[in-house]
Structure formats: C-alpha cells, structure tokens
C-alpha cells in the first residue's frame, strides 16, 4: 500500500514541475510578507495554498495538451 502511494506520489510530482511550482508559491509568499498591511497567517495560508493549487492545475494543463499535441502532429 505504501508502494503504491509514493509512485503516485512521484509520478504527480513529475507531471506538475514541482520546482517550478515551488518558485511561483515562493514568489507569492515573498509578495505577500512584504505588502504594507498587518500580517494575517490564514490569509497567507489561503494565499499560499491557492496560488499552490492554480499553479499546479495550469501546469498539469500545459503538460496534457503539450503531450497531446506533440502525439497528433508529430
């Protein structure tokens, strides 16, 4: 069972560019400590979480349509 939830897990992590991902989220994290307002930490968790979520959605989105284009018209 665990095997076959780290493969998953893997095979996730290749398909959404986790490093690029990392360094989107990072980079909103960074904007959101350094805005002039009182620091909220569950406004930076939503933030976080969210910009984390979209990233990782658009990722996967240019990796199905990168794979389906490249099988059709290659």
């Known amino acids: 069972m665990f ?3 780290r493969h998953v897990v893997t095979c996730n992590m290749d398909f959404l560019c986790y490093i690029l991902l ?9 904007g959101y400590a350094m805005a002039p307002a009182a620091f909220d930490p569950i ?4 933030v976080t979480l969210g910009t984390g979520l979209t ?6 989105i240019n990796q ?3 794979h389906f284009l490249e099988t059709n018209h290659g």
Do not use: E, I
């Open 43 to 46: 406004g930076f968790t939503m």
């Open 55 to 60: 990233s990782a959605s658009a990722n996967a």
């Open 64 to 66: 199905v349509s990168t």
């Open 3 to 5: 095997l076959m939830f």
């Open 22 to 30: 990392g360094l989107v989220v990072l980079t909103a994290m960074a």
